[in-house]
């Protein structure tokens, strides 16, 4: 495709524009694509809540319109697959028919089924980016489970191979994806998810918690100016495994007690994306409470729910070292915010972290196992000058490899050719 001195009109369609590393990256990939050309961006999603959702979808940066949020989430916390799919259906006929607009590009994530509408009805290019294959995504623990997924997953295949071109996330997502897809010849291309490190050096630092709610504000933030903390970042789901970061802070805590850094200087703070409306979330966060209750730290462990840009740039700049626990993560964009940060970072050694963090050199990558985090957590606290050492590595290489200005070049270069 030969971009026009206009640039390219291209219209972005996710799911759901909220918080986590899927929407900073459809964010990013937004403003890299109206950074260059002149490209005309409009995103469109099916739910777009302007208290939970990254500034730039807010604040006029970018056209967001909302299309096919009429249609329910879930019925009675169940059938979420089905209710996803027909509510991009339901966004993308709207884009199609009722927008008013002929678009060059259509780029999509997460959810493929709309990709053979854009093939039928329109004469776009659909470019889509394959954050992790769906079906790998879901659990299938009973019979009626497994069989109401096997058209579910050949749909997803098939309208994936529909697509013009495919982007993931990294070279796992990549052998996953040539793994899932085994009828699909196409080779995805690996586009790697960025730090915006513009935007992360305008926002300015805010320890102002007065957003959270009562229950969760254990002890005040602000007391923490002058303590040491690890901070996780992650949404409040099992499959983010933070029970390990608390598992791993109390063994390390018990260690020492008795040692230079006694249990009432360190905490723990988890900030995670929180939604009301999702059973998981408010389950699990109850969880986490009562296990840190259970191990007598309830005190010591801080949990706030769905932070904004200005909260989590003070406690990313004033940890002394991220902690991200979910194993076989698709990639994984919180352990360069703390790399940028300036911070190490103790992650899983499988999944995306084995290609953003350099064991040793930038953080330390461990079996997910109480015992490897303990230990990394007391490496951090016990040879302070090698943590700062290493954060001062981990933003080299941010600045080197994830930063936005490759990001914009990598991506148009690709819709161009399209």
Known sequence: MVKDEKGLNIAILHPDLGIGGAERLIVDLALGLKSVGNNQVTMYTSRHDPKRCFKETSNGELDVHVAGGYFPRHFFNRFMVICAIIRNLLAALYIIFFSGQKYDVIVLDQISASIPLFKLFTNSKVLFYCHFPDKLLTSRTSLIKRLYRIPIDLFEEFTTGCADQVLVNSNFTSSIYKKSFKHLKNTPSVLYPIINTNEFDKTKQSHNFSNQPIE???????????????????????????????????????????????????????????????KENVEHLQELKDKAKEYGLENRVIFLVTINEEQKQWLLLNCCCLIYTPSFEHFGITPLEGMYAGKPVIAVNNGGPLETVVDGKTGYLCNPTTKDFADAFNKIITDPNNSKKMGINGKQRVNDKFSFKPFAQNLNTIVKKL
């Not at 109390?250 to 900030?271: C, M, P, Q, R, T």
């Open 216 to 278: 969760n504000n254990i002890i005040n933030p602000i007391k923490l100016d002058d303590k040491e903390f690890f901070l996780s970042i992650n949404r409040y789901e099992r499959k983010k495994d933070l029970k390990l970061a608390l598992d791993a802070f109390s063994v390390f805590i018990s260690n020492n007690e008795s040692g230079s850094k006694g249990k009432d200087d360190i905490y723990l703070v988890f900030a995670g994306g929180y939604d009301t409306g999702l």
